[in-house]
Each structure stands twice: as C-alpha cells, then as structure tokens.
C-alpha cells in the first residue's frame, strides 16, 4: 500500500505547486461556433459555450444546469456544445461521431439527450438503437457517422478546446470567460450581468 501512497501522492503534487498560472477569471477567449451544435437565438447577448465527454459522468450531470439556464433564458442564452472526447473514455469518440451524424438529420440535441441518459453503457452496437429511437435514417446515420466531415467537426472542436486550454470535461465558456464554479445561481449572476453589459 505504501508503494501506491507514494504514486497517488505524487499524481496530486503537481496541482499543489504554486508555479501552476492560476486560471484568470476575467480572461476572454475567442471560441468560434463554427459548425457546431447550439440551441438558443443565434443573437442571443449570452454564448455558453460547453466542451464535453459523453462518457463523463460529470458532463451528464451538468446536462440539467444547461437545460434550467435555457429554458430560464429563452431569448438571451444560447447553447453551444463542442466535443472533447477524452482518450481514456473508450466510447467517447463513437458517442461524439454519432450525435454529429445525428445532427446532419436535424436530431443532434435528441441524440444527445439520449447518450447522456445511457452513458453508462454506451457500445458501438447502441449508436444505430438510438438514431431508430429518435426517428432518422438509421442507414443514413451510419454512413454520415462513418464520413471523414463527421471526424473532421469533432478534431476542430478539439483543437478549439486546446486552443482555449480546456484540460477536462465538462468545461465552460460564458461569453468565452471560464467561470469559477459551477452551479444554476453563479451562472444565473454571471448571465444577468452579460445581459445588462449588452443591453
């Protein structure tokens, strides 16, 4: 055991470092939608931008805080979710590919919502369950899921993701400033005070 305290104490040194750079509250980052995925009005004063794992359970949990702030926002908030599927999640990749071939049938926020539900147990097979579920060409699905423009999307919004330092998922960008914390009553005040700088 005590040769795992030692690994386990050294995995949790490097954040305890202070030459870490703290991450700066106020920092804006430009993050493109692009071709992205987004509900809300597209001129909306409010841009959430989320990156996210369809395997991580964390990521399925903050499903409802985004659902609560669009619906509490209807005009001012909108959506944008971009993949970051991590290596170690081995279906995140698939579930990533599946809701953008989903997506190019008009269904990418169904087929989301029903990942998210079975994230627990996604495989390879479940994809094409789903597009029946949700009501699209199931063979059509197949074919955009397998399409190098589908793998192409979920690369850019991982580049996107490197490029704005996101290290986990789910990360969020509020009018491209990363909050600190997370929860409906810290992003209601950040939102309520974009909506009030835009106005």
């Not at 999640?89 to 071939?101: G, N, Y």
């Not at 949700?134 to 197949?142: L, N």
């Not at 999307?153 to 990360?171: D, F, I, K, L, Y």
Request: net charge positive; glycine share 8%.
């Amino acid at each position: 055991a005590k040769g795992q305290k030692d690994i386990l104490a050294k995995a949790a040194a490097p954040a305890a470092r202070p030459g870490r750079p703290k991450e700066d509250p106020n920092k804006v980052y430009k993050i493109p939608v692009g071709n992205s995925y987004s509900k809300g009005p597209e001129d909306a004063k409010v841009t959430i931008v989320e990156f996210s794992d369809f395997q991580c359970p964390f990521c399925a949990r903050a499903t409802g805080l985004m659902d609560q702030l669009v619906e509490a926002y209807p005009n001012d908030v909108r959506l944008v979710y971009k993949n970051f599927p991590l290596g170690f999640h081995k279906q995140a990749m698939p579930a990533a590919l599946a809701s953008i071939a989903a997506g190019k049938q008009g269904k990418f926020w169904e087929m989301h919502d029903i990942i998210f539900e079975n994230y627990k147990t996604l495989a390879d097979d479940q994809y094409p369950k789903y597009a029946e579920t949700i009501g699209i060409d199931v063979e059509q699905f197949k074919t955009d899921m397998a399409a190098k423009s589908t793998q192409d999307q979920v690369n850019t919004e991982m580049r996107e993701a490197s490029a704005a330092g996101v290290r986990g998922t789910p990360t969020f960008f509020i009018n491209g400033k990363k909050p600190q914390g997370r929860s409906f009553e810290i992003y209601k005040g950040i939102i309520d005070t974009e909506i009030k700088k835009a106005s």
